[in-house]
């Protein structure tokens, strides 16, 4: 099946430490997102890549690390300078042709640092 | 800032059409608009997109009006598995990024 996976689902972390998130998809696609969401909010961008080896900071990229060394991976470190990391993380991947560019989601990661 | 305005909640009953409504006055020519709806604690999924025409697939219908200032999303036969929160978003473009700007969408509540 084609799609985007992301693991784990949940995960803790004690205040202090850095933590790596997992995104992987299969759908060939060049471009991959992370947004973050709050409970009763809509999702903003941390970061995104179109290309392997590149990735630019979105809205909310503050304490937070990207890397592209494969097409299809693209994890995201939340590091201890991020004030406030417990939050849903959802990655999400789209192509870049054809002039629509819908973005899939995978299922989300539910971080929680206390 | 999100550039569209949606109701916060609706609700209609099981097996009618729910027809979400949303306004983006300020949208520009080459901008499209796109439906994503989230389950609770799931990823978005997308629903639909179009530009000026109004749009048919297997989940939903797309009416954009004609000064392309606001749009209506029809579940034409709603399940209670439509419950979710429907997102209507305007890509941003001239901004390579592609990326989409969301805002805090409409809570569909789809009665038995």
């Known amino acids: 099946d084609g799609g985007i996976t992301q693991s784990p689902k949940y995960l803790f972390r004690k205040e202090g430490q850095n933590v790596t998130l997992s995104c992987e998809q299969n759908l060939n696609h060049d471009a991959m997102y992370w947004y973050r969401q709050d409970p009763g909010q809509g999702l903003r961008l941390i970061y995104y890549s179109q290309i392997v080896n590149d990735f630019q900071k979105g809205d909310i990229a503050e304490g937070y690390s990207v890397s592209r060394e494969k097409k299809e991976s693209f994890p995201l470190t939340v590091t201890s300078a991020q004030k406030n990391p417990t939050a849903f993380y959802l990655c999400?991947?789209?192509?870049?042709?054809?002039?629509?560019?819908?973005?899939?989601f995978g299922p989300g990661t539910r971080l929680t640092v206390t | 800032d999100a550039k569209t305005t949606q109701p916060p909640s609706m609700d209609c009953a099981e097996g009618r059409a729910a027809n979400l409504p949303c306004n983006h006055s300020t949208i520009s020519g080459n901008e499209y608009v796109y439906w994503y709806r989230q389950i609770h604690s799931q990823g978005p999924q997308y629903i639909i997109h179009g530009l000026k025409n109004n749009e048919t697939n297997e989940m939903a219908s797309l009416i954009i009006t004609e000064d392309r200032k606001s749009s209506t999303l029809i579940l034409p036969h709603a399940t209670l598995r439509d419950t979710a929160v429907y997102y209507c978003i305007v890509r941003v473009a001239g901004d390579s990024s592609y990326k989409l700007i969301f805002g805090s969408g409409t809570r569909l509540l789809v009665r038995p």
């Open positions: 999400a991947s789209s192509s870049l042709g054809g002039g629509s560019y819908e973005q899939y």
